[in-house]
């Protein structure tokens, strides 16, 4: 079993934070790494070192990976947690690691390839018995597209295999769209990925997207820790995460779970990740994307299984085999996140750097708040807007619905605008009362007559 002494956490904000509470609960010693710009960024106080590694710009920093290796080799870590966002996702890095004898708290650079490829990861749990979405391979050209999508039925959507946060993805419902949508989405994606390479999927109307947390060591054993319901999101980015789904029944549960760790297991996975479904209005799941780190909504999973999941990924990285069997784990009770934004929710969700004048955080019980902000801390802008994650937990929905309402009630950051009344009003929503948000909701309706 390895001995890490020292991780280095190549990420900023909440997320280095968290995995700092992590690495000092098992005694591990911490480095942070910073742009200038986060120079007083909670991570780099609380952090036993730190080290600059660049101007605010990500390409230039938390992007910068010899920049990250010469920390690891100045601070004498010998162990990176990733985090989620920046490099989480990037094989190159992972391999970097692996070649400067760093343990890259994460699976192996050959696994992160595999399912970064969204393309080679549908075949990959195909093959595996995972339920997939009717679609194509990658496709060569636009002629390919249009046969393609008469094959697989309209409507389609068009996706990049290296894709990700909604770029290069364009939904078609015609032949004319395909023709007009195809170098389009590929001009996104070279862009964006610097990969032109798209596929094409069935478009379902009105699903609800379910990812299932699974951990696994590296001696075969996989597990999955329940669901999280995703449902609200803006432009496919996530805004509001609850755990169980209020959908999901035992059954299903067990169904979407068996079919997470056949695919896990297919690829040798070993650590944190998550498998991600869509569900259809009929009951049918199907495979979207595996993500190969930890998620920013890992905490409603911690809140309703009583699981410390980023120990638990270091301690897998360590060498360790999982402590705990699928019949040990138990969800109970029910859990809410909203991921509190600086953006002008009523504006077009504008992004508000700026200073945070007053700021206080609510409390009681079954509250938790990950977030890197004080008061007068200034937000840059070089990044994204998360700024706080609130996540409550209670004993049914309903409970749980009710007690983050309160808390974000209590919840007091002046300044600048947040998403802390956005969440609000979706709270008291008749269709998030009744666990009816799916996807598409928020394309429906008008944030202001919330």
């Known amino acids: 079993m390895l001995n890490i002494k020292k991780i280095l956490i190549a990420n900023r904000g909440e997320i280095a934070l ?58 004498g870590a010998d162990a990176i947690h990733p985090g989620y966002g920046f490099l989480s996702e990037n094989a190159t890095f992972a391999d970097i690691c692996e070649n400067n004898n760093i343990t890259f708290i994460g699976p192996k650079s050959d696994v992160i390839t595999r399912m970064g490829d969204k393309a080679n990861a549908r075949a990959t749990m195909k093959e595996a018995g995972v339920p997939i979405i009717p679609g194509t391979d990658i496709l060569k050209d636009v002629d390919e597209a249009v046969k393609g999508a008469s ?3 309209y409507p389609v959507i068009l996706k990049a295999t290296a894709g990700g946060g909604g770029k290069g993805m364009r939904i078609c419902r015609n032949e ?17 990925f610097n990969n032109p390479n798209l596929y094409m999927e069935k478009y379902i109307e009105n699903p609800r997207h379910i990812e299932v947390q699974i951990m696994a060591d590296n001696y075969g054993h996989v597990l999955y820790l329940g669901e999280r319901d995703c449902s609200l999101q803006r432009r496919h980015q996530k805004l509001l ?26 690829v040798n996975y070993a650590g944190a990740g998550t498998i991600e479904f869509l569900l259809d209005e009929d009951g049918s799941f199907y495979f979207m994307e595996m993500n190969t780190r930890v998620q920013v909504e890992h905490p409603v999973t911690e809140m309703v299984t009583g699981i410390d999941i980023v120990k638990m990924q270091i301690l897998v990285a360590m060498g360790e085999k999982l402590s705990i069997k699928q ?57 994204d807007s ?17 007690r983050m309402y309160r808390v974000l009630d209590e919840t007091m950051i002046l300044g600048v605008p947040t998403t802390v009344g956005f969440h609000q009003k979706i709270l008291m929503h008749p269709t998030m009362k009744e666990g009816k948000i799916t996807t598409k909701f928020l394309e429906n309706v008008d944030v202001k007559d919330l």
């Not at 200073?355 to 938790?368: A, C, D, T």
Request: net charge negative.
């Open 386 to 402: 998360l700024i706080a994650k609130i996540i409550v937990w209670g004993e049914n929905r309903s409970e749980a619905i009710q």
């Open 18 to 75: 968290r995995v700092i509470r992590a690495c000092k609960d098992l005694g591990i010693q911490t480095v942070a790494v910073h742009s200038q710009a986060d120079e007083d960024s909670l991570h780099t106080l609380f952090a036993d070192e730190d080290v600059c590694i660049g101007p605010a710009p990500a390409k230039e920093s938390y992007l910068n990976i010899p920049r990250i290796i010469a920390a690891c080799e100045i601070s």
């Open 151 to 153: 094959r697989v039925g």
């Open 327 to 383: 019949h040990d784990i138990e969800m109970k009770g029910h859990a809410i996140e909203c991921r509190i934004n600086a953006e002008d929710w009523e504006n077009g969700f504008v992004p508000t750097p700026g200073k945070i004048e007053r700021l206080h955080f609510p409390g009681g019980f079954g509250v938790r708040v990950d977030s890197h902000i004080y008061t007068d801390y200034k937000i840059p802008s070089n990044y």
């Open 241 to 266: 995460e609850e755990s169980p789904s209020p959908v999901v029944t035992a059954s299903l549960r067990k169904k979407m779970g068996d079919a997470a760790v056949r695919g896990a297991k297919s």
């Open 176 to 192: 004319n769209e395909v023709k007009t949508n195809f170098p389009l989405a590929q001009n996104e994606a070279s862009v964006s």
